[in-house]
């Protein structure tokens, strides 16, 4: 999955309040242009990395300058080696996983290995672990696929029974805490109602990454 062919790596102004990166790819794009972003306004920490932008982007309101200079390959291949650190949100209760948690976990493994990144999986579910009878299946299908990926290693958290607590905010809090680097959600949990698309900029301060099915 060699996506950073098709990356560009724009160096934005930093401020108090800057733009989320909504990484997208788009469903009428060419091979040669898989991503399109969209942003909405949010407060990001106060180390702001380059924003990753790839070729067929939407305009975009927010002054920029690229580096017509550097070399694309380079420039692109930079960009994603700034994502050491990526979170795995995983919020359906298929005890075999749905196709979109698989694809999510096919992507974030492919990007981590190709570019040295570590993997962050957090399980969330408004109920307890005793409600929960297939749970160890569905870990033990997560740590399969993760495998087939070629990570054994890699940290697993738990967020079960905060059902006070939207799953956005709860993905929001673990890439603070963690100072993660990279989201990557599949829509399908967008379109299950299990995370707010609304939500995403207010609560995640790094860049996200959403899959289409």
Known sequence: MAFAHHLLAVPV????HLKTPILMP????SSGSLFSVTFSSTRLRSKAPKLCIFRGFHRIGHRAKAKPQEPEVSVATDAFTQFKHLLLPITDR?????EGTRQAIATTTALAKKY????????IDEKQKESLPEHEKQISGIH??????????YKMLERLGEGGNKPTAIIGEVADDLNLDLVVISMEAIHTKHVDANLLAEFIPCPVMLLPL
């Open 26 to 29: 788009s469903s009428s794009s």
């Open 144 to 153: 399969w696929h993760l495998s087939e990926g070629g990570f054994e290693e």
């Open 13 to 16: 102004e930093t401020s108090k």
């Open 116 to 123: 040295g990144a570590d993997i962050t999986v957090v399980v």
């Open 94 to 98: 298929n005890p075999y996983l749905s």
